[in-house]
């Protein structure tokens, strides 16, 4: 385990290294406890003269047992080799050298899953950020490119199966002079030059199914995908994901795949999503197998998200590499935008932008707004592990359709192809890729930049004035953005603004816009205060702003519920509809909030139940739509509305209250509609199929509310013919009906069920860690030793103590504290074995300055434990103290 050294990595101490590496070859000969790691290292000075400072590669935990130059055995007086250092001092008066290294490692021992580990018995690795160093002593730095040339040599029974990165070369048995060794090899070699963080090998015992992909341009390339073996089937959706996603790349971004081969590993033990090395893409099982029996329909989705994501990576971020790791939002942000465009063509572009907006709110929001916010491009980091963050990726993803928005489509895809022309085979910066956008456009993005450069989530206050006499619209705008960790002063942001005026008929109405400051239907607000008018309108229209979503923004508008309403019947965009009627909830949560931590009883207003009935059986909006719609804010998002000194049983109850209004003011129609969602024929992961699944348990979950309505649920899962609808009722009866003797029964049978399926089981532990209430921090105690649970495996880990800290707001802080102190004490058995796991997960406490003054106690000793921890690693100390400080 690495400790912490208290060491800062800083973007402004960025130099280029005086070494090179453009060959490597490795040759691996397997083993669970000793493995033999022989790397042959082209060395080349970068100033093409004879070295003038010695050779300083990374490590971490490595054993070395040989060194030689040019086929030299070193002396030991030239080198010192610690387990994380190899430095050279004496090297050859060349520009020039083979440096030979073998080093030992011990998969089968390896927890932390970086480096090269085991999963169910299968060799694998994970590079990124800095895995390689756990394999070899190298350059381990995203701007040092080499072409690998991998050579596995594994016992063929234990590891039939060898892969690594690029075209397999040779394969073979591997002879020990006339005895056959039991022992084989395959060598692979990928013309690409890469990273180290991109590389990977498998090797082991799985299933596969295959296929092949013909490129625009005619090429064959062949696919595989490997899973655990009588698991094949469940293989296909992300076959039939990858296909779709190649084909889209060449469409939409104009990229094709380069190798002969691209192959997708699943594991199941990764701390990640998946990773993208190059042609050999491995994945957390998870996000590969589905059938219907055992994936939801959010599954699904997921699968298709990251099997895009994973492959779309191959132009950016494995083509066009990161500089140093500062740069990690380049490949991030652009390929999450790329795989959120893949999602919106495959399905509906209005329920996913409703959906990532969602997202963004509850992970992203609060990260901006707490002690762990950060600029999209950092500036320094302790610990890079714990800069995947949803700022990198999501804010760093709307960053990226900001500028669309700002360029128009036809730019931004210029700006791309250039990108793309310039910079292939590069590691760049965030400034080239802003700099071809401005280069097609003609555009100065120097403010815009600051997107990138600075933290926190900017507001921006909207007050709309009509002046009928002179038929003009006044529109005064404000921006604001408040400190954040290190940064106490800030600077204003450019901010894009989509925009309408909707008419008294719901119909935009055509503006003419007198100065500056809009584009078509884009403003662009670049000041703190700024006035726009508009000419030559009537009468009085109601303002929709940030339409889709265009800025990352809070806003506050001047509106009244009469055109919220409105908007929320009317506006032609579908995500501002949406949001008008979000923002409708948001404040009947938050009076009701207030009404209950003052004793009385909270009332809502009928109209507001009323809509929710009209939007419900709107045919007009396709079912998954109005699914969303009638997903109320969650704890988290009604705890950031309310900021401060946060009681989160007072907001539970406001939010059971509002369900129960609307449940009983709908109760009729809920229940036609739920009806007339039953699936009428075969199971379909499709997205109206979804959609349909999706309103229908909502309205389940109405349904159920009331107590002791208990039926409907317990026969939806009894009847349940896939597991979308199966755990969906598990859920409604375990969080609306906890206890009850259907509930009991119900999570028994799901268990009994499901017990050798450690992905399903997870969604029993997720379900039993959300349910609301104190008693749950017993129940997850409980279900730690539950022999479906593992501490080394992270989704297990994830499911059940992540889930049971980010998503379970009245356990997690009951007022005893009893909640941090489980999960204190799971994260620190955790990071004995995991510490990005348990860094990851331990973000949960990131909003504890928020509550109420008792729970804040509590939450700052659970955090203080952790930190007076010795030997801490370094991933969870720099999260812990950032967080207190
Ligand atoms: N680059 C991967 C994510 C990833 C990052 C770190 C990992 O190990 C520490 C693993 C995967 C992606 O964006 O999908
Ligand atoms: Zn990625």
New binding site residues.
């Given amino acids: 385990m690495r400790v912490d050294t208290g060491q800062v990595f800083k973007l402004e101490d960025y130099k280029p290294s005086e070494f090179l590496i453009p060959e490597t070859k490795l040759t691996f000969n397997l083993h669970p406890t000793k493995t033999l790691v022989q790397a042959e290292l082209t060395i080349r000075t970068r100033s093409g003269q004879p070295p003038n400072a010695a050779l300083v590669l990374d490590g971490d935990e490595l054993v070395l047992r040989s060194l030689a130059i040019n086929g030299k055995v070193l002396d030991a007086a030239s080198y010192t080799a610690t387990p994380d250092r190899l430095t050279i001092n004496e090297l050859p008066q060349a520009d020039t050298f083979t440096l030979s290294i073998e080093t030992e490692v011990a998969p089968e021992h390896n927890k932390a899953l ?1 480096g090269l580990y085991r999963s169910s018995g299968n060799y694998t690795t ?1 590079c ?2 800095e ?1 390689f160093r756990r394999i070899t002593y190298f350059l381990d730095r995203p701007d040092v490119l080499s072409v690998y040339t991998v050579r596995l040599e594994a016992d063929s029974k234990e590891a039939p199966l060898l892969l690594s990165n690029g075209n397999l070369v040779e394969r073979g048995p591997v002879e020990s002079g006339a005895l056959d060794s039991g022992r084989h090899f395959a060598v692979w070699h990928d013309p690409f030059p890469k990273p180290s963080y991109l590389f990977a090998l498998v090797g082991g015992d799985l299933g596969s199914i295959k296929d092949s992909f013909t490129t625009a341009s005619g090429r064959e390339v062949e696919l595989g995908i490997y899973v655990e073996h009588g698991k094949e089937e469940r293989a296909a959706y992300a076959m039939a994901a990858l296909k779709r996603s190649m084909r889209w790349d060449e469409e939409v971004f104009g990229r094709e795949y380069d190798l002969d081969v691209f192959n997708i590993v699943a594991v199941s033990d ?7 090395n190059k042609g050999l893409n491995i994945f957390n099982d998870k996000y590969v197998l589905a059938d219907e029996a055992t994936a939801s329909d959010a599954d699904y989705a997921g699968i298709e998200a ?1 099997i895009a ?2 492959y779309f ?1 191959n132009w950016t ?1 494995n083509r066009i590499t990161c500089r140093d790791w500062f740069q990690l939002c380049l ?2 942000g652009l ?1 999450v935008f790329r795989d959120h465009e893949f999602s919106a063509d495959q399905r509906s572009r209005a329920v996913k932008r409703i959906a990532e907006v969602r997202g963004l709110r509850a992970q992203q929001f609060p990260e901006d707004q707490g002690p762990l916010a950060h600029p999209v491009r950092p500036r320094r980091y302790r610990e890079i ?1 714990n800069f ?1 963050t949803s700022t990198v ?1 999501e804010k760093g993803s709307e960053v990226v359709r900001m500028i669309r928005t700002i360029l128009g489509a036809e730019d931004f895809r210029r700006g791309m192809d250039l990108y793309f022309e310039r910079h292939d085979g590069d590691a760049a910066t965030i400034e080239d890729f802003l700099r071809v956008f401005e280069e097609v456009s003609g555009r100065d993005l120097s403010q815009f930049a600051l997107w990138y450069h600075q933290a926190g989530t900017p507001s921006v206050q909207v007050a709309m004035r009509h002046d009928a006499d002179k038929r003009e619209v006044t529109l005064h705008l404000e921006q604001a953005l408040a400190p954040t960790p290190s940064e106490s002063r800030k600077r204003l942001m450019h901010i894009p603004l989509q925009f309408g005026l909707v008419g008294q008929d719901g119909r935009d109405i055509a503006v003419k816009a007198a100065g500056e400051g809009v584009e078509g239907d884009v403003i662009h607000l670049r000041k703190r205060h700024q006035t726009i008018r508009f000419t030559d309108v009537p009468e009085r229209p109601v303002l929709s702003i940030n339409r889709g979503f265009s800025a990352p923004i809070m806003l506050a508008m001047e509106q009244t519920a009469e055109d919220r309403m409105f908007l929320a019947r009317h506006d032609s965009d579908l995500f501002a509809r949406w949001q008008a009627l979000t923002t409708l909830y948001t404040q009947a949560l938050t009076q009701a909030y207030r009404t209950i931590r003052g004793g009385s009883t909270p009332e809502f207003a009928p109209a507001l139940l009323a809509l929710v009935g009209d939007t419900a059986r709107n045919e007009a909006l396709e079912p998954a739509y109005r699914a969303l719609a009638l997903s109320l804010p969650g704890e988290g998002d009604i705890a950031r509305e309310i900021g401060q000194t946060i009681d989160p049983d007072a907001i539970l109850a406001a939010r059971n209250a509002l369900v129960l209004a609307i449940a009983a003011a709908n109760a009729d129609d809920f229940a036609k509609i739920y009806e007339a969602m039953a699936a009428s024929g075969p199971f379909s992961p499709d997205a109206a199929d979804a959609g349909r699944r999706s309103l229908r348990n909502v309205l389940l979950d109405y349904l159920s509310a009331p107590a002791g309505d208990v039926k409907r649920a317990a026969s939806r899962y009894e009847s349940a013919t896939n597991m979308t609808d199966r755990a969906a009722a598990l859920a409604v009866l375990a969080h609306r009906q906890s206890g009850s003797p259907e509930t009991v029964a119900a999570l028994a049978d799901f268990e009994s069920r499901f017990r050798p399926e450690p992905l399903v089981i997870d969604k029993w532990f997720q379900i039993q860690a959300t349910v609301p209430g104190t008693a749950t921090v017993n129940t997850v105690r409980e279900l730690m030793r539950h022999s479906g649970f593992s501490i080394d495996n992270p989704n297990r880990v994830r499911s059940l103590v992540g889930t049971f800290a980010a998503a379970n707001q009245t356990a997690f802080h009951a007022a005893d504290g009893s909640g941090y102190k489980l999960f204190a004490d799971a994260v620190l058995e955790v990071e004995r074995r995991n510490p ?1 796991v348990a860094a990851r997960i331990a973000t949960a406490f990131r909003s504890w300055r928020s509550l109420e003054p008792g729970r804040q106690d509590k939450a700052r000793q659970a955090l203080v434990a952790i930190s007076q921890h010795r030997d801490l690693s370094s991933d969870l100390r720099d999260i812990v103290e950032r967080t207190l400080a």
């Fill in positions: 970086s994970q990124e950020a895995g990764f701390n990640m999503g998946a990773m993208e990251v994501h994973e990576h971020g490949k991030e390929t592990n995947y990726y990005q």
